[in-house]
């Protein structure tokens, strides 16, 4: 008869060591939703679009109202995780987003989406800082700089599989799919995290809300995104875009007295004073606002204009998407090894190049061939990017501070991406109209024919037909407002270029931050030591 063999106990150190690693995954897990519903969404827009009736502002709201929200909360949830659990507020955000992407698939109105994306944004702005909080506090040295790699890289997996997903969904089930799709994996993620996340907090943090923070850094915030987002709708130089702008800057001045003044404030200042920190946030800005703000043109030119279906668009950015899944966590190993100066300057610079191709290359008739050396050249600098900035970040404050500090990082990425879909769509509605008007003008048309065909002009929608018309003369006018419609695109690639050149000189002053190295024990120091420095200035 068989004698049963009784399972090997795992010792301590491999007990804890599995904690470890299945903590990463279940960070990954909500990581992973978040980001797939970034790309998801981008993919449906056009279809959203046809839908609704929706005017590409209010396709904007669709995106912007989502990052809004998060912009907002961001630094106040992480805050809150570090007052009252980072587990805790974690699993509670991870809640809210589940049920919004369950709301925006049965959404009945655009009204009501939009709504239900601000609420997903609600979620993603409790649970995000979490995330990245939790594997700062989880892991250190070497292993952290490897962790965050890992974390970036399931982002990128997100976003390969977004496009495909996304497309296939839309194109053989129907839009709400992508939001339902967030529900199984936001029930797995609620699962591990609730068995195997160690709650972690500040303990020196006051066990209280820092209400006057809260009141003057939420609204200006706020009125500052909103200003953004509604500025080209509603006019630069008009009073509400005006007052809003003035509102946020009195807001977030208070913001900074009240917070001086405070004995617990809800943003220690003092994490400022690490340039490394400050400079790593700057750039994490700069690089959303390049991306962000060229994803979501992109999208509808090769819908709109190149007139690819939703899985073919989502096909081909598979270059893109699927090169930051690998070249995330080799930016994490590499970071380890040379330190992250030269790898984040790698990265911008090699997205900033992408841009720049497509001010040179992109046209109303580009074939794939002259898109794909753009896609693969922004997909391995993001993932350069993206990886060491955050192991930089994190790094360049105590760990009992992580959850702001995430906070913070997490608030300007989103507000970059808010700064870049604004300014350059204000930038590309600007140049696209002005290139429009010049070649509308120079056909052979009666002055209200023009006027109507000026009007309907956008990103591939309408001004390419005109009732009684030659075919040979709609050709032409397709032609016109189409080439007009892509010059000021390509304009607004340039400054999202020029953004990343910016950011790619910053990359060049980060020093090492020397607020962590003294808060390292001696074996993490000497470890911290190696991985940064070749990045001393």
């Not at 993603?124 to 790699?149: D, V, W």
């Not at 994490?284 to 043109?297: A, E, P």
């Not at 010059?487 to 020093?511: D, F, H, N, Y």
Request: contains cysteine; proline residues 4%.
């Amino acid at each position: 008869m068989a004698t049963a063999v009784a399972p090997i106990p795992r010792t301590a150190a491999q007990e804890e060591t599995r904690s470890k690693w299945l903590t990463l995954g279940a960070m990954c897990f909500a990581l992973f939703m978040m980001m797939l519903d970034n790309t998801v969404v981008n993919v449906a827009l056009p279809t959203i679009q046809q839908k609704f009736g929706a005017t590409t502002s209010a396709l904007e709201w669709i995106v912007n109202g989502y990052t809004l929200s998060l912009a907002v909360l961001m630094v106040t949830m992480g805050k809150l995780g570090d007052v009252f659990g980072r587990k805790r507020v974690f699993l509670i955000g991870l809640t809210i987003f589940t049920a919004a992407s369950f709301a925006c698939g049965i959404a009945p109105n655009l009204g009501m989406l939009i709504f239900f994306r601000v609420l997903q944004g609600v979620g993603g702005s409790i649970m995000m800082p979490g995330t990245l909080s939790i594997i700062t506090s989880t892991f250190h040295g070497k292993e952290r700089a490897q962790a965050i790699g890992i974390w970036a890289g399931i982002s990128g997996l997100a976003l390969a599989a977004g496009p495909i997903v996304g497309g296939a969904l839309v194109e053989y089930v129907n839009w709400q799919a992508i939001f339902f799709v967030n529900i199984p994996i936001g029930i797995v993620a609620f699962l591990v995290g609730a068995r195997v996340v160690r709650e972690s907090s500040d303990p020196d943090a006051a066990r209280s809300v820092d209400y006057l923070g809260v009141a003057t850094l939420t609204p200006g915030i706020f009125a500052l995104t909103l200003a953004l987002i509604e500025g080209q709708g509603w006019g630069w130089a008009s009073g509400r875009i005006l007052g809003l702008f003035a509102a946020a800057v009195i807001l977030l001045l208070l913001f900074a007295l009240v917070e001086n003044r405070q004995a617990h404030p809800m943003v220690d200042f003092g994490m400022f004073r690490s340039a490394t920190f400050t400079a790593t946030n700057v750039i994490s800005f700069v690089l959303s606002f390049g991306m962000f703000g060229t994803i979501f043109f992109l999208t509808l030119y090769m819908q709109n204009v190149l007139g690819y279906s939703a899985i073919q668009s989502g096909l081909r950015t598979l270059p893109t998407t699927g090169l930051i899944m690998f070249s995330a966590p080799l930016g994490g190993k590499l970071t380890g090894r040379f330190g992250g100066r030269p790898i984040i300057f790698s990265g911008l610079v090699l997205v900033g190049l992408g841009l720049l191709l497509y001010f040179f290359r992109l046209t109303a008739h580009s074939p794939y061939t002259d898109l794909l050396p753009s896609f693969l050249m922004i997909g391995i600098g993001i993932g350069f990017a993206m990886s060491p900035l955050s192991a930089v970040a994190m790094d360049a404050v105590e760990r009992t501070k992580a959850g702001v500090a995430s906070g913070i990082l997490n608030m300007t990425r989103q507000l970059g991406g808010v700064f870049g879909i604004a300014l350059l769509g204000a930038i590309f509605a600007n140049r696209s109209h002005a290139h429009v008007v010049s070649a509308v003008n120079g056909l052979p048309l009666p002055d209200a024919a023009k006027t109507q065909i000026i009007a309907n002009a956008s990103l591939g929608k309408g001004g390419g037909t005109l009732p009684g018309a030659d075919p040979a003369l709609v050709l032409r006018i397709k032609d016109a407002v189409l080439g007009g419609v892509v010059s000021g695109l390509t304009e607004a690639m340039l400054v999202g270029a020029i953004a990343c050149a910016i950011g790619a000189a910053l990359a060049l002053t980060l020093k090492r931050p020397a607020e962590a190295a003294e808060t390292e024990t001696a074996t993490d120091e000497a470890e911290y030591d190696r991985i940064t420095e070749p990045a001393l200035v």
